[in-house]
């Protein structure tokens, strides 16, 4: 990796112009090496573009060896209780599963950030250990969960594409779900990732 190159991505990475800041961040995750993990991890706790942070996101999963105890340590920092960079490191440790993260993350799960608390809810549920797949049924109720990791994009970043049943039962092929009056029906097994979006519920009730 030259030194010259490094140091300009380095220099660009922190530019005002967002477009300027992506290819920079892809440059770092394409081309450098495991030395510029602190360097990465830093720059996702304060990139305030999302785009820009998920380059630096994939950057940072695929060098996960390195950037790991970086995260652990961020995510501990109390100067990040404020602002998007705890959840910003969630998200990643979320991509990279590792089960040892379960002990850090779930103490968030009742943040009083409803976007860290909800961030690590769903950090917990990709993880999907057996401590995390507890954590999730306590809290939840729901005795059946059926894990669905296997977009295209995991390969991309060296993970494993991993589909199957985490507690209970596995989901029928002729789940329906009922929201405002509307009956869907929900492929969890095989349809798009988890087969149905509640989060756009009021962009649903807006076309009806």
């Known amino acids: 990796m030259s030194g010259t190159s490094f140091d300009k ?7 005002d112009d967002p477009s300027v800041r992506q290819r920079a961040a892809l440059w770092l995750g394409t081309h450098a090496d495991e030395t510029v993990a602190a360097d990465l991890v830093r720059l996702l706790v304060t990139e305030p573009d999302f ?6 996101t994939w950057a ?14 961020a995510l501990r920092d109390d100067s990040l209780a404020e602002g998007p960079g705890r959840v910003q490191v969630l998200h990643a440790l979320s991509k990279i599963r590792r089960p040892e993260s379960v002990a850090e993350i779930l103490p968030l799960a009742d943040d009083e950030d409803d976007a860290v608390a909800a961030k690590a809810w ?14 999730l049924v306590d809290a939840t109720g729901c005795p059946n969960v059926y894990e669905r990791s296997d977009v295209s994009i995991r390969q991309k970043e060296g993970l494993e594409q991993i589909t199957g ?18 009956r869907y029906h929900v492929d969890v097994r095989n349809g798009h990732k988890t087969g149905f979006y509640v ?5 649903r009730l807006l076309v009806q």
């Open 60 to 73: 940072v999963v695929t060098r996960h060896t390195s950037t790991y105890p970086l995260l652990v340590e």
């Open 199 to 203: 989060d756009q519920r009021d962009n």
């Open 122 to 135: 769903w950090a917990l549920g990709r993880v999907g250990t057996p401590g995390a797949v507890a954590a």
């Open 9 to 15: 991505a380095l220099q660009a990475v922190r530019h």
């Open 165 to 182: 049943v985490l507690a209970g039962e596995a989901p029928s092929e002729a789940l329906i779900a009922s929201e405002n009056g509307v």
């Open 51 to 56: 785009y820009v942070r998920e380059t630096l």
